[in-house]
């Protein structure tokens, strides 16, 4: 892979000014021990926590690290209730937390946490669109509104107030998808183990059938080209705040159509029409961020394996290992530096196309080639952003709305400036795919990012690609 050697680093400059970010920075831990030394040794009489109603105060417990009785130094102490709010915001169940240290004597505080819990049940209309990014389904595909999935989804993100996570989804559309899952985060009395299990059947009557020049090509048909049913099981592993594991097993059956194979004899390799298998999965999570939606500071690692195929049907059988890890810098004055750089690789070199590995999906995208998606066995791609907080504000709205988790908008806005850099290796004999395989490739640009509650981001991104095209782009997630 000498080609492949490039180092992944970057070169970023300079951006212009703005306000402190409201939305996982605010309400600092309040303490009147300035007035005492920060060596002082105190001792936590009582931790209270008030403000909750449906969520259990033992699962508010599980992410503290702060317990009655506890003694410890007075910067100790600021350290952990800084982390403890941390952690208790990046359960997504709280729209804020504030935590403050009352004084009951020079050698004895207690600690009062309020939180405000969030809207939990949401019916939420589904109107998606079925393509990989905003920018395939406008300029790839023209704006096609055959190609939106709409339907209904009904989730509930803490279930008996215990952050279980019940999910309903009948859609229609583009896809038909009809989903049932489940997620228990602790079942046992030391709330380390969890359990999730899932299940989802889905039907097209439009599916990608081949990539040339790294463009998708679909299919349409008045007949069912592709039915997939899914299903699984996942052990999750929790032994401290920061870090988990996952352990899952999972099934897949998916048939398509005599014409899928006439089009593309490699579509499941050799001309067959259906592909199942068994697979088992593990993740390791390390995660340390500040904010897990649009993180300014901290870092964040993951390791992912997957081998699907377990020898009890003979349809496939490939692992693929993919490994991230970022970090987040707070820069002062207003200004942050986030980097991240994933790899991902994957064997046989021999693979279906309905299982090939690809940049151009999720967070595994490159800034300046969202039009495109770059197939390749092995892949390694670094994003990197300088960003410039410009405002930061809380709008009220309880006049017009009554209910109090969304009484209060929070808004913030940067600007960045991007870059990011990557090379794939391609698949052996697939000359379609080559424009942007086996090189060095980058792209980069400016962009706005607006960040409101629920985990809302919305970004637009000028950039520009190593072939010198330009282009504003849409996304609606953090890049990394």
């Given at each position: 892979?000498?080609?492949?050697?490039?180092?992944?680093?970057?070169?970023?400059?300079?951006?212009?000014?703005?306000?402190?970010?409201?939305?996982?920075?605010?309400?600092?831990?309040?303490?009147?021990?300035?007035?005492f030394n920060s060596n002082d040794t105190i001792q936590i009489d009582k931790v209270f926590i008030i403000g909750y109603k449906k969520t259990k105060e033992q699962i508010i417990?599980?992410?503290?690290?702060?317990?009655?009785?506890?003694?410890?130094?007075?910067?100790e102490l600021e350290e952990i209730i800084k982390a403890d709010k941390r952690k208790l915001i990046n359960t997504k169940l709280f729209l804020s937390v504030e935590?403050?240290?009352?004084?009951?004597?020079?050698?004895?505080?207690?600690i009062i946490i309020r939180v405000s819990e969030r809207w939990y049940f949401f019916p939420i209309p589904i109107f998606n669109l079925a393509d990989r990014n905003f920018t395939e389904w406008w300029v790839n595909q023209n704006a096609d509104l055959s190609r939106v999935d709409?339907?209904?989804?009904?989730?509930?993100?803490?279930?008996?107030?215990?952050?279980?996570?019940?999910?309903?989804?009948?859609?229609?559309?583009?896809?038909?998808?009809?989903?049932?899952?489940?997620q228990f985060p602790y079942i046992n009395k030391n709330q380390k183990l969890g359990l999730s299990f899932y299940g989802d059947y889905a039907t097209n009557?439009?599916?990608?059938?081949?990539?040339?020049?790294?463009?998708?090509?679909?299919?349409?048909?008045?007949?069912?080209?592709?039915d997939r049913w899914r299903g699984g099981i996942s052990l999750g592993y929790r032994p401290n705040f920061y870090s988990s594991h996952s352990f899952?097993?999972?099934?897949?059956?998916?048939?398509?159509?005599?014409?899928?194979?006439?089009?593309?004899?490699?579509?499941?390799?050799?001309?067959?029409?259906?592909q199942t298998y068994l697979a088992l999965s593990y993740a390791f999570v390390w995660d340390f961020r500040d904010f897990v939606s649009y993180p300014l500071t901290g870092a964040y690692f993951r390791v992912a394996a997957d081998k699907i195929g377990l020898g009890i049907y003979n349809d496939v059988d490939i692992l693929k290992v993919n490994v991230r890890y970022s970090r987040y810098f707070d820069l002062g004055k207003k200004f942050y530096f986030g980097s991240s750089i994933t790899g991902n690789v994957s064997s046989p070199s021999k693979q279906p196309y309905y299982n090939?590995?690809?940049?151009?999906?999720?967070?595994?995208?490159?800034?300046?080639?969202?039009?495109y998606i770059i197939e390749g066995q092995h892949y390694a791609i670094n994003k990197n952003s300088l960003k410039r907080l410009l405002f930061?504000?809380?709008?009220?709205?309880?006049?017009?709305?009554?209910?109090?988790?969304?009484?209060?908008?929070?808004?913030?806005?940067?600007?960045?400036?991007?870059?990011?850099?990557?090379?794939?290796?391609?698949?052996?004999?697939?000359?379609?795919?080559s424009l942007f395989t086996d090189k060095y490739i980058y792209g980069g640009g400016v962009g706005i990012d607006i960040i409101s509650f629920y985990d809302f981001v919305m970004r637009w991104e000028y950039s520009m690609n190593i072939e010198g095209e330009k282009a504003l782009y849409f996304n609606l997630f953090a890049p990394f």
């Open positions: 892979m000498t080609r492949a050697s490039y180092t992944i680093g970057l070169v970023i400059v300079l951006l212009l000014a703005g306000n402190d970010f409201v939305q996982a920075q605010q309400n600092e831990p309040q303490s009147s021990s300035a007035v417990r599980r992410e503290l690290s702060v317990f009655d009785g506890q003694v410890l130094t007075r910067e935590i403050n240290i009352v004084e009951l004597s020079v050698e004895k505080v207690d709409w339907g209904i989804k009904l989730r509930h993100f803490n279930f008996r107030g215990r952050r279980e996570v019940l999910d309903l989804t009948a859609q229609f559309g583009y896809t038909k998808l009809f989903r049932l899952s489940y009557k439009n599916i990608s059938l081949e990539t040339i020049g790294h463009r998708q090509q679909f299919m349409d048909s008045e007949i069912q080209l592709r899952g097993l999972h099934y897949s059956s998916v048939t398509v159509s005599d014409s899928v194979v006439l089009e593309n004899s490699n579509y499941f390799l050799s001309g067959a029409k259906n090939y590995s690809s940049v151009g999906y999720a967070r595994d995208f490159l800034r300046g080639y969202e039009r930061s504000f809380e709008t009220d709205v309880s006049d017009v709305m009554k209910i109090k988790q969304f009484a209060k908008i929070p808004f913030s806005a940067y600007l960045s400036l991007n870059f990011d850099q990557g090379y794939v290796i391609n698949y052996p004999g697939y000359p379609e795919n």
